[in-house]
């Protein structure tokens, strides 16, 4: 992501403030409509759904898209089953691609029993929206082209493809990491504030924010700036085995804290997010180097792609072809700060040694995007030996 093709746009984006907001507020409208009326336990679900959604607009009908008229149809038909669908959609205690696949797949099926001749347009556009309203602080209001093209304007490393889960994944990281930028301008967080009257939603998370400042460089903006193309740097890479490396000895310190970890988790997600775009950066620039163009396309972001539990981050090759599995950790302080590795990424190291790579990006400037990288190569036993949680599973004794 190049940050300053961002910054222009955002200097822009204020510049176009009240033109964007006459044709953009109706989102806040839409999602201050929903969280007011909803209600999964309504003994007309119907004509509670139908009001919830009063103001969605665009969002879900328009030109030949029509997933509320679809939805409004199939839940008069069978009111019950559509509830049950968005029950299990808005469980967040289950994965959310799955949920997506299954309220998607399951619908088609309603749909094709009560309307066999009508398509039923519920496409993760559709789903997303509908999480959105739910959850406005969690979930972002997406587009695949809206993505695609702001993805290409602003140099993203992933580029989605149409009709892919992943996409979806791939923009809330997106979106997570352009509302950290958004956050910080003063200016824009007034406009904003002033926006806000008693028929919208206060938009405290910033989320829709986020996402009407994309949608706004996609279909309003261009940036006033001619930005340079960004290259990936790095002031030393370092590689060595695992076995090579020692640990510090450490001993069990009992003096209380009290440590913001809400915040500190925030960020350390965020220089997370932005150490794994360095690395694919790192890797599809290795590639192409060594003339390997059609490898560097096939680098993924899989934890972004498939989610978390891999064991790995990013799924690169080497100038032969051979599979590398990348697990990234970064600081924006020294090579020997403090670093978790999970039980998944241990076994994966076990499994793969061979493959196995332990990206460590550190002295990482997020402004500059700079950074110097250790490579650790194979099983990491010897770095583990020092175990801060343990999971414990319950099982009440017998007799």
Request: hydrophobic share 35%; proline share 2%.
């Amino acid at each position: 992501m190049n940050r300053q093709i961002v910054k222009s746009y955002i200097k822009e984006y204020k510049n176009q403030f009240d033109f964007v907001n006459q044709q953009e507020i109706y989102k806040w409208k839409a999602v201050k409509q929903f969280q007011d009326n909803w209600d999964i336990n309504a003994v007309d679900f119907y004509s509670m759904l139908d009001n919830s959604l009063k103001l969605v607009a665009n969002l879900l009908d328009s030109g030949q898209y029509f997933p509320k008229r679809m939805l409004l149809k199939n839940t008069e038909a069978t009111p019950e089953k559509i509830r049950t669908l968005f029950k299990y959609l808005f469980d967040e205690d289950y994965d959310i691609f799955e949920r997506i696949e299954l309220f998607r797949s399951d619908f088609k099926k309603l749909n094709e029993q009560n309307f066999t001749d009508l398509k039923d347009y519920q496409d993760h556009r559709a789903v997303i929206v509908y999480l959105a309203l739910r959850f406005p602080e969690r979930y972002f209001f997406y587009k695949q082209r809206m993505f695609k093209s702001f993805a290409e304007k602003i140099d993203y490393t992933y580029k989605p493809v149409a009709g892919r889960i992943e996409n979806i994944g791939q923009f809330q990281t997106l979106c997570n990491l352009l509302k950290h930028e958004l956050s910080n301008d003063q200016e824009l967080l007034k406009l904003h504030k002033n926006r806000i009257s008693d028929d919208c939603y206060y938009d405290e998370n910033l989320n829709i924010l986020t996402q009407d400042f994309v949608y706004a460089v996609v279909r309003h903006l261009e940036p006033k700036e001619i930005i340079e193309q960004k290259t990936i740097k790095q002031t030393e890479t370092t590689k060595l085995q695992s076995t090579e490396i020692t640990l510090t000895e450490t001993e069990i310190d009992f003096t209380p804290r009290t440590i913001n970890y809400i915040q500190n988790n925030i960020e350390n997600k965020r220089i997370g997010d932005l150490g794994e775009l360095w690395v694919i950066e790192h890797e599809r620039q290795k590639l192409e180097q060594a003339s390997k163009p059609k490898l560097a396309k096939k680098v993924k972001h899989v934890a972004k792609e498939q989610g978390d539990g891999l064991g790995y981050d990013i799924l690169s090759y080497d100038a032969n072809g051979n599979k590398i599995y990348i697990e990234v950790k970064t600081t924006k302080g020294n090579v020997n700060s403090t670093f978790y590795i999970t039980r998944n990424e241990l076994e994966k190291s076990k499994i793969e040694k061979d493959n196995f790579r332990l990206y460590r990006v550190y002295q990482f400037d997020d402004e500059t995007e700079n950074a110097e990288l250790l490579i650790i190569k194979g099983d990491l036993s010897n770095l583990c030996e020092i175990p801060l949680t343990y999971k414990v599973n319950m099982k009440k004794a017998s007799g």
